[in-house]
């Protein structure tokens, strides 16, 4: 595995899932795999759970994390090839990637989409600047397109939580939100949840219909009632609109999940990749009570992760 940025075939997910688990039966296991390497995190952008699980799982495999918070602590980043520097940017990614790739043996980076250029963003633009700079095998602690770290933490959750013997339908729903926020939780999931053969519905309101190159194999139902019933896993998560890119059209607060919505899934576990905007995206009743993963999922972060870092430094 020379990086880890999509789902790539469903042997590699499986096979990723079986490690993380054995990782997570003894997180120490490996403690000497990585003396001597170091793994460069390089945020552009917030973060909680990955920014700690990200080098919990370097450590628990014996590498050296060093994390960057480079929209706070770096210089500002010039993106654009031939670019004049006489404005605000004060260091080309050329120079910064392939600087932090000698002093690393394997970088992870988080960079969000600008929401504003949906080319620039459809093509992860950023996120393989640093790719093509840095020479070095890349991890994605979620781009402007994905979050595969965490769809892996997702496919492991549903697997933990699956009823033997039963094909489990997994459902995800729009949530309303107050911000315009990315797609990339979502199309990894959808990646993720059809790659690994997981019957997968999706909802939300008309005109919030994600691009179609991550969907695909899935059903689309923009009634959410309809949706949700005999859902066994309801993921729940909030994104702008892709076509009309990056604007709010829906606000809708009927789609917030509420207790109400499971009348016809009695039994149905409840995900989100957190955080999570209470009563808003998700009720309080839901996200304290027994239906909640959520807790689940941000614990097998470290394990997907390790299972990722494992591999990648073969
Ligand atoms: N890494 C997990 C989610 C990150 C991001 N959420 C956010 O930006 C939430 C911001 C807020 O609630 O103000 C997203 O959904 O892609
Ligand atoms: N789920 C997730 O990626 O959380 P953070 O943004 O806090 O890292």
Redesign the pocket.
């Known amino acids: 595995m020379n990086h880890f940025t999509q789902f790539e075939n469903k042997s590699l997910a499986e096979q990723l899932i079986e490690e993380a688990l054995k990782y997570k039966s003894d997180p120490r296991q490996h403690i000497s795999k990585g003396l001597g390497k170091r793994v460069g995190c390089i945020f552009l ?7 700690a ?1 990200t080098q919990i799982a370097a450590l628990n495999l014996g590498m050296d994390p060093i994390v960057m918070n480079m929209d706070k602590e770096g210089w500002a980043l010039e993106m654009q090839e031939g670019a004049v520097m006489n404005k605000g940017t004060v260091e080309h990614i050329k120079d910064a990637a392939a600087v932090l790739g000698t002093y690393f043996d394997v970088l992870a980076i ?1 960079a969000f989409p600008s929401l504003s250029n949906k080319q620039e963003d459809s093509e992860d633009f950023v996120f393989n600047q640093f790719i093509k700079y840095s020479g070095v095998p890349v991890i994605s ?2 781009s402007a397109i994905r ?1 595969p ?2 769809s892996l933490a997702d496919m492991i959750t549903i697997q933990e939580n699956i009823i033997a013997g039963h094909k489990p339908k997994v459902v995800l729903t729009w949530a309303p939100h107050i911000k315009a926020i990315p797609h990339a ?1 979502a199309n990894s999931f959808a990646e993720w949840a059809i790659g690994c053969g997981h019957d997968l519905t999706i909802t939300h309101p008309e005109g919030y219909d994600l691009d179609p190159k991550f969907t695909k194999g899935s059903k689309i139902e923009y009634n959410q009632q309809k949706a949700l019933t005999d859902a066994d896993f309801v993921y729940v998560k909030n994104w702008s609109a892709f076509d009309d890119y990056g604007k709010i059209h829906c606000t809708d607060t009927s789609w917030m999940l509420t207790e109400k919505h499971f009348k016809n899934a009695k039994n149905a576990k409840v995900m989100h ?3 999570v905007r209470r009563n808003v995206e998700l009720s309080d009743e839901i996200l304290n009570g027994s239906r909640s993963l959520v807790q689940k ?2 614990e097998n ?1 470290i394990y997907a992760a390790q299972a990722v870092l494992s591999k990648i430094i073969e």
């Open positions: 952008n917030p973060s909680l759970r990955t920014r699980s988080r602690l979620e979050h770290l965490q939780v990749c957190l955080p999922q941000a972060r």
